[in-house]
C-alpha cells in the first residue's frame, strides 16, 4: 500500500461519520439509478415483444399507385426530388392483389424469417346472449405461427382444437368476456348479407386493448367466404431476424414491391417516445441522489482541508509534493467511489430481483401480472459511471486547493 493511500485512509477515518453519510447516499444513487432503469426498460422490451408477437416486425400493405412523381424518380436523375415531397405525393391502392407473388419474392430475403398473408374485415359477432361489432382476422396458421407468438397469448382452449376445425375461431379476451362466450361455444359472424356459424376454439390475450377488445381470428379460407373476398389480402405481416433492422429493410422493400411497408418503430412511435421519456427523466431524478451526495462529500474534504492545513503543511515541509497532496485527496474519492459502486451495483441487483416479484396487474398495452425488470449490464455501467464523473469533479477541487498550501507560510503562521 501507498504512503499516500495509507494517508488518505488516515484522513478518511478523520471524516468518518460524514464520509459515511456520503458513501449511504452514493450506494443507494446507484442501486435506485439501476433500478429505475431495469424497470423502465424492462417494460419497454416486453412491450416490444408483445408487439412484434403481435403485429410483426413490418406490415406490407397497400400497393402504390404511379404518379408523376413517382415516374420521375424511377427516370434517370429522378434523385432531384424532394424525399418529403414524393411521400406527400405519393397515393395508394387498398389491399394486395397478388400477395402469393409478394411472398415469394419476399422468400429471397435472408434477413426475413416468416410471412403470413391476413385478410381482415369488419363482422358482426353474435352469440346466444349478445351481438358484438368485431373484426375478423383470416390466417393461414402455420404461416402465422412464423410472425406472431399467438401461441403464447392463448388464456383458454388450444391452436390444436383450432387447427383442427375448419369451422373454428380464436376470440380476443375482452371480446369474449363482453359477447359471453367461452371454448366450446357456437357464435355467428355477420359480415353484409353472409352469415356463418363457428365454434370458438380459443380465447387469446395480448394485453393490447384495442386488439383484444375487437379481434377474432379464422381460418383464411372461411374469412375468403364470409367477406367475399375469393383472391387479395389486406396486408402481408412479416418477421425479421432483427427487428431493430425493420426500418431500413422496410424502405427496400417498399421500393422494390412498391407497396406500403410500415416497421414496427413507425406503428408505435408514440409509446416508444414514451418509454423513452420515462427512462431520460427517472435517470435524471435518481442522478440528484449522487449528486447531492456528491455536493456533500465536497463540502466534507473542503473542511477537511481546512481542518487538515497544518498536516499538509509539515508533509510538504517532509519533501511531499504537490501532485502528492493532489493524490491523497484523489485516493479518498477513489476509495468513497469503488466502495459505493460496489455496493450500489449489489443493492440495485438485489433490489432489481425483489421487484420482478412484486405483484402488479397491467392491461392496456401489454399483459403482465407482475413488474418487468430487464438485466441489462449497461445500467450498471451508466450508473457507475454517473458515480464516477460527479465524485470525481467533488474531490478534484478540494484536491487542488490543499496542493496550493504553502508550509512555510503555514508554520510562520503558526509560530506567531
Not at 419476399?106 to 381482415?120: N, P, Q, Y
Request: aromatic share 8%; proline share 3%.
Amino acid at each position: 500500500m501507498s504512503t499516500n493511500l495509507k494517508i488518505a485512509l488516515r484522513f478518511l477515518l478523520f471524516k468518518r461519520r460524514a464520509m459515511l453519510m456520503t458513501l449511504s447516499g452514493i450506494i443507494f444513487g446507484v442501486a435506485f439509478f439501476i433500478l429505475t432503469q431495469a424497470q423502465t426498460s424492462g417494460f419497454e422490451q416486453f412491450f416490444i415483444q408483445t408487439i412484434l408477437g403481435t403485429d410483426g416486425a413490418i406490415r406490407i400493405a397497400d400497393r402504390e399507385q404511379e404518379t408523376v412523381a413517382s415516374r420521375t424518380v424511377s427516370a434517370e436523375g429522378g434523385a432531384k426530388v424532394d424525399p418529403l415531397v414524393l411521400e406527400m405525393q405519393r397515393k395508394y391502392i387498398e389491399g394486395i392483389d397478388y400477395p402469393s407473388t409478394l411472398k415469394a419474392t419476399l422468400a429471397a430475403f435472408s434477413e426475413i424469417t416468416g410471412v403470413a398473408e391476413v385478410v381482415r374485415g369488419s363482422v358482426k359477432l353474435e352469440s346466444s346472449r349478445k351481438t358484438q361489432d368485431a373484426q375478423a382476422f383470416g390466417i393461414n396458421l402455420a404461416e402465422f405461427r412464423r410472425v406472431s407468438n399467438l401461441e403464447g397469448q392463448i388464456i383458454a382452449g388450444s391452436l390444436g382444437t383450432f387447427e383442427k376445425s375448419p369451422q373454428g375461431i380464436i376470440v380476443g379476451s375482452e371480446l369474449a368476456v363482453k359477447a359471453s362466450v367461452k371454448c366450446g361455444d357456437v357464435v355467428t359472424l355477420t359480415s353484409g348479407s353472409t352469415s356463418q356459424r363457428f365454434t370458438v376454439s380459443a380465447i387469446f390475450e395480448t394485453g393490447v386493448g384495442d386488439i383484444d377488445k375487437v379481434r377474432v381470428i379464422v381460418h383464411l379460407g372461411s374469412v375468403r367466404s364470409l367477406l367475399g373476398r375469393p383472391f387479395g389480402a389486406s396486408y402481408l405481416q412479416v418477421s425479421t431476424k432483427d427487428p431493430d433492422f425493420a426500418p431500413e429493410l422496410s424502405a427496400r422493400l417498399a421500393r422494390l414491391l412498391r407497396h406500403y411497408a410500415s416497421p414496427w418503430q413507425k406503428r408505435e412511435k408514440v409509446w416508444l417516445e414514451v418509454f423513452r421519456a420515462l427512462r431520460f427523466s427517472s435517470a435524471i431524478t435518481v442522478s440528484t441522489i449522487i449528486l447531492v451526495s456528491a455536493l456533500g462529500m465536497f463540502n466534507t474534504l473542503a473542511m477537511l482541508v481546512i481542518e487538515k492545513t497544518r498536516e499538509i503543511a509539515i508533509l510538504r515541509s517532509y519533501g511531499f509534493s504537490k501532485r502528492d497532496v493532489t493524490s491523497i485527496f484523489l485516493w479518498l474519492g477513489f476509495v468513497v467511489i469503488v466502495a459505493g459502486s460496489s455496493l450500489g451495483c449489489a443493492t440495485g441487483a438485489l433490489l432489481t430481483m425483489a421487484a420482478e416479484n412484486i405483484p402488479l396487474r397491467i392491461r392496456g398495452i401489454f399483459s403482465t401480472d407482475h413488474f418487468i425488470v430487464n438485466w441489462d449490464p449497461n445500467h450498471y455501467l451508466a450508473a457507475v459511471l454517473t458515480a464516477v464523473i460527479v465524485v470525481s469533479v467533488a474531490a478534484i477541487f478540494p484536491a487542488r486547493r490543499a496542493a496550493r498550501i504553502e508550509p512555510g507560510e503555514i508554520i510562520r503562521g503558526a509560530s506567531s
